[in-house]
């Protein structure tokens, strides 16, 4: 297996092994995959990205701010080395900050554009199995956001809204939120923002609740949500909140939400072995279609191609079957369920396994409604009470695994398998 390594040099593809001496920050996850891209993880764009401490730090901080009459031929624009943010505040009026290698921190970039500075590139999630999805208009930022960890506390990984390009610049347009109020230094905010939520208590475990929405800007400071997503005025500033990632943050770049999971975090989550056992050790108590009496096999990825040990699942009742025809109405397509009864849809069940999703470890007794992906019962509910952003000023619930919206109250439902038959 290989993947790739963010270790400062440009593409480096190494081995899992040598990853593993590597200290690891944490994985910035998008929800929507269930553990890859649909045509496949590659190089820079994959459905995660594992953060790494790098081998020379490549962190940048704030040295000094200055007005300029024109911002294009200053010279911190103009040097390609120089790491500089220019505000525009008129057509002949900007504040360029210039910024000063840190050998304190490791940055990360994150954004659409495919271009070297971005270490991930993260395209407009599509909810659903994404076979044919196309996306007609991006609303992510090609340079999107960055993310600075300090490289002897791996715990403090902040975020800011905005990434350098090319040329390691950041250019605010005239029309982009700003401010510089009296001793305050300058700030702002980009188009559709960076929104992050902590969440409230520890993921880990499953008993943290969602936590507010919150925007961040380019300098790092956190706001109250604007009253919608690229509305001009700012929120007001929320001192009490920080930008430092904690495990289970997520961050909502506007057409991509991602799971940021710290490294210490994932030590208490399932890996991704551990997962494919519970499947075994359901498949091995060889659960049974109840009508076609047929053994059922739960698949780790879903088989476009119809089989018969595909189990699926009763969306009302839970009750877990094969594939047959027993109570089908032909004209709506809604299907009794032979063991209870019940009239509605069905959906073919499939694990959950990306396992950064996860709150906590055993069986996936429970799924999703009404995309049918597995998980633990604490996992299915932390994710039910969790609001993504979703249009210009909406939330809704949604299956990590493929970002459907969850319907129905509670948006999920314990599963009924009918195995070990005596
Ligand atoms: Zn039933
Ligand atoms: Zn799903």
Request: proline residues 5%; hydrophobic residues 30%.
């Amino acid at each position: 297996m290989e993947f790739l390594c963010a270790d400062g040099s440009e593409f480096a593809t190494v081995t899992e092994e040598d990853c593993e001496k590597k200290a690891k920050y944490g994985e910035l996850v998008i929800l929507g995959y269930n553990g890859y891209l649909p045509l496949g993880d590659r190089g820079r764009r994959r459905s995660k990205f594992v953060l790494y401490k790098r081998t020379d730090a490549n962190g940048v901080k704030k040295s000094k701010d200055y007005l300029v009459q024109s911002p294009q031929n200053s010279r911190a624009i103009l040097d390609t080395n120089q790491h500089s943010i220019s505000y525009t505040l008129s057509r002949n009026q900007a504040v360029i900050v210039e910024y000063k290698e840190d050998a304190e921190t490791d940055m990360f970039q994150v954004g659409r554009s495919s271009e070297s500075p971005i270490d991930f590139v993260v395209m407009d999630t599509l909810p659903g199995d994404k076979k044919d999805a196309k996306v007609m208009q991006s609303t992510i930022s090609r340079f999107a956001c960055r993310l600075l960890v300090n490289r002897n506390e791996s715990s403090k990984a902040r975020i800011f809204a905005a990434g350098f390009d090319s040329s390691r610049n950041i250019f605010l347009g005239e029309k982009a939120t700003k401010w510089k109020d009296d001793n305050v230094e300058i700030d702002g905010l980009t188009t559709n923002g960076v929104l992050i939520m902590h969440p409230k208590g520890q993921f880990c475990g499953g008993n943290a609740q969602c936590g507010l929405w919150r925007e961040c800007s380019v300098g790092g400071d956190i706001f109250s949500l604007r009253d919608s997503r690229s509305a001009q005025q700012k929120g007001h500033k929320v001192t009490e909140e920080s930008n430092i990632l904690q495990d289970g943050t997520l961050i909502d770049l506007c057409g991509a939400t991602l799971l940021w999971r710290s490294s210490e975090g994932l030590q208490h989550s399932p890996t991704k072995r551990d997962l494919e056992k519970l499947i075994d050790e359901i498949n091995a108590g060889r659960p049974q279609c109840p009508v076609g009496l047929n053994t059922l096999v739960i698949p780790r990825k879903v088989s476009l191609v119809e089989k018969m040990n595909q189990p699926y699942v009763y969306l009302n009742c839970g009750h877990v079957q094969g594939h047959h025809d027993w109570g089908q109405d032909k004209q709506t397509g809604a299907r009794r369920c032979p063991m209870c009864f019940q009239v509605g849809p069905i959906e073919t069940l499939c694990m959950g396994v990306e396992p950064a999703f996860y709150v906590d470890s055993g069986p996936p007794t429970y799924c999703f409604n009404p995309c049918g992906h597995m998980a633990t019962e604490k996992t299915v509910k932390y994710w039910a009470n969790v609001d993504i952003p979703y249009g210009t000023n909406g939330f809704q619930s949604v299956c990590p695994f493929c970002a459907t919206p969850l319907s129905g109250c509670p948006g999920y439902l314990r599963l009924i398998f009918q195995d070990n038959l005596d």
